[in-house]
């Protein structure tokens, strides 16, 4: 009778497990499809009768107890599968940023582009639909409290069909790149940037060259960078990567400061620089905010918008550089028909 008992009490217990499970796996994570289970394993042996013999109640006891070396008692959960779909329907440039006025966006369709500057009393040219998901004013700027801001926006027109969110991914993964751009200024080619390179960690700056170009798309990546600018000297950059729904973000902050000579001009993180990518229907659309703090003694004995500006021009080089090369390097070969 003790064994009854102690069956009738495991299978109480069965009975119940489930209520107390069940929870684990009932809510679906955010954003997520609920995951998908078999149908569970019942074990159901049939209750001893009370009036059957002894020696058949203790093998009916027995064969409730499991055995764990015995091979056909595993229980294998289904994988959970996340099925994502990144292919979108691209945007159009008209949808992004709405209701230009046509002086302003024949500007932006310019080889050169636009650009405006404005100090902490102003305000940005150009803004982005409320529905876009694009705010790199309020967002990336704004925090560090600058000084200054200078806003660019072009529309990089396809040559070679459309490219992907991919394309620019590895377009901005050729940061050794940068330093080889040149701006013509009175007839000089200039490099404004002597060097150009990734660093091993925030503590550990040494050299490390660029990755080979990416095959999967991540959702997000911090590098460390150092930009030694002609007249300023080395820049200390923490870069992060944002991948959205439609789009990437490009952000930059100085994690050091910066010192010309013996002498401290910036502060560690008062530098900000956003720059948003994605691919449209017209083309690539580039959309760039930097902002940066200085004290108004400095900034009262130099040209700071423009050397501002040339610098954010080498950036948009060098990412057309990098997107036309992924142009030329989805371009198919013609076979001629035979």
Known sequence: MNLIKNFRKQRLFLLFLPLFISPLYSEPLADQEPAHFEEPVQIDAPLPDRQSPPDEESSLAEDAVPDDNDPSIIFEAPSLVYEVDPVTESRSFNDVFPNLPRNIKRTVMSPSGLRHSFEKDGSPLVNPAADSGIDLYNSYILKKNPSHVIEALILLPYKNGELEMLDIYNALGRIGKIKDQSILIRDNEINFFKDSTRLESARRRRPIPDPDPADTLPVSETNYLRFTDLYAGDFFLRGDIYVSLYGITYSMT?????????????????????????????????????????????????????????????????????????????????????
Do not use: H
Request: a positive charge; proline letters at 6%.
């Open 254 to 338: 100085n994690f050091r400061d910066v010192n010309f000579s013996i002498f401290r001009i910036m502060k560690a993180e008062r530098f900000s620089a956003a720059i948003y990518l994605e691919p449209v229907k017209e083309g690539v659309l580039i959309y760039s905010m930097a902002g940066l703090y200085l004290p108004g003694f400095i900034v009262s004995r130099m040209n700071l918008t423009p050397n501002i500006n040339v610098r954010i021009t080498v950036l948009i080089n060098w990412i057309t550089e990098g997107l036309r090369i992924q142009e030329s390097i989805k371009e198919k070969p013609v076979i001629p028909f035979r």
